[in-house]
C-alpha cells in the first residue's frame, strides 16, 4: 500500500491538505470498481458535474480505508478532478443520499472556485449539510446487539438516524473512546455492511480499541495499526 503510506504522511504534514494529485499511479480495476453515472448537475459556473456511483468496499480494501459516503477529484487522487462518486453501499435512502451529494458539491465547489483548503470547505458542507438533515422527521433508533469481544459490546446501528439526530460525522464506525455520544465500551457499526465487510469494522474497532487501552497509543499511530491490520486480512 505504497501510496495509502505517501497520502497518510502528506495528510498529517499539512492537517488542512486538499489532494495529492498523482492519479497515474492509481491502478483501477474498473470491473471491480463498477461505476455507474448517477446524474450530471450544473456548478455555479455552468459547468457539467458527473456523479457516479462506486463499489466503496473496493476503494477501502485497495486504496484509502477512509474513504466512506463520498468524495470528489479535489480530495482524493484516485478520484478524477472534475468527478464526484458516491458509495453507493453506504447510501441507504433517498434522504441520506441528497444530504451526501449536498455536502460534496458543495465541498467541491468551495475547494474549485473559492480555492478554499479542505478543512475550511468541509466545516461548511457540514454546516449545510446539518441543516439540510435537521429537516428529516423523527423517527425510531435502530440499534442492536450483534456480539461483544475483549468487553466491548458492538451494536448495528441505523447510520442515517445517527447523522440526522446525534452526529452528523458518524460513517460506518464508531466507538466510546472517540465519541461520547456512544455509552462506555460500545461499538457501534452500521447495519449497511456484508459480512465480510462487517468483519473489517470489527477488526478496525476492536485493533483500535486495544491499541489505546493497552498501550497508550495517540489517535494517529493506533488508527494506522488498526487499518493495517484490515489490511492484512485483505492480502494488500
Same mark, same amino acid.
Given at each position: 500500500?505504497?501510496y &495509502?503510506k505517501? #497520502?497518510l ?15 497515474d499511479n492509481?491502478e483501477?480495476?474498473?470491473?471491480k470498481l463498477?461505476k455507474?453515472l448517477?446524474?450530471?448537475?450544473? @456548478? ?5 458535474i458527473? /456523479?457516479? #456511483? /462506486?463499489?466503496?468496499?473496493y476503494?477501502?480494501?485497495?486504496f484509502?480505508?477512509?474513504?466512506v459516503?463520498?468524495?470528489h ?8 478532478r ?13 434522504h441520506?443520499?441528497n444530504?451526501? &451529494? &449536498?455536502h ?7 475547494m474549485? $472556485? ?11 458542507s457540514?454546516k449545510?449539510?446539518k ?6 422527521p ?7 446487539? $450483534?456480539?461483544?469481544i475483549?468487553?466491548?459490546?458492538i451494536?448495528? /446501528?441505523?447510520? /442515517?438516524y445517527?447523522?440526522d ?5 458518524f460513517?460506518n464506525? @464508531? ?12 461499538i ?8 465480510d465487510?462487517l468483519?473489517d469494522y470489527?477488526?478496525?474497532?476492536t485493533? $483500535? &480499541? ?8 495517540? $489517535?494517529?499511530i493506533?488508527?494506522?495499526?488498526a ?9 494488500n
Open positions: 500500500m505504497k &495509502l505517501e #497520502f504522511q502528506f495528510r498529517d504534514q499539512d492537517p488542512e491538505y486538499t489532494q495529492l494529485y498523482d492519479k492509481w483501477i480495476d474498473l470491473e463498477d455507474k448517477y446524474k450530471k448537475i450544473k @456548478d455555479i459556473k455552468g459547468n457539467i458527473p /456523479v457516479y #456511483f /462506486v463499489c466503496g468496499q476503494i477501502r480494501e485497495n484509502f480505508w477512509d474513504y459516503e463520498g468524495g477529484g479535489y480530495v482524493y487522487s484516485f478520484i478524477p472534475n468527478e464526484i462518486w458516491l458509495d453507493r453501499d453506504n447510501i441507504k435512502n433517498k441520506d443520499l444530504a451526501i &451529494l &449536498l460534496e458539491f458543495k465541498e467541491y465547489q468551495n474549485k $472556485y473559492n480555492h478554499m483548503t479542505y478543512i475550511q470547505a468541509h466545516n461548511i457540514n449545510l449539510e441543516k439540510f438533515r435537521a429537516k428529516n423523527d423517527k425510531t433508533f435502530f440499534k442492536k446487539f $450483534y456480539k461483544e475483549d468487553g466491548y459490546k451494536f448495528l /446501528v441505523d447510520g /442515517v445517527v447523522r439526530k446525534i452526529d452528523i460525522a460513517v464506525s @464508531d466507538d466510546f473512546f472517540n465519541n461520547n455520544h456512544i455509552p462506555e465500551n460500545e457501534w457499526i452500521e447495519d449497511i455492511f456484508s459480512e465487510e468483519q470489527v477488526i478496525y474497532e485493533t $483500535y &480499541l486495544r491499541m489505546r487501552r493497552d498501550y497508550g497509543m495517540n $489517535y494517529h493506533a488508527d494506522e495499526y487499518e493495517n491490520e484490515v489490511y492484512k486480512k485483505s492480502g
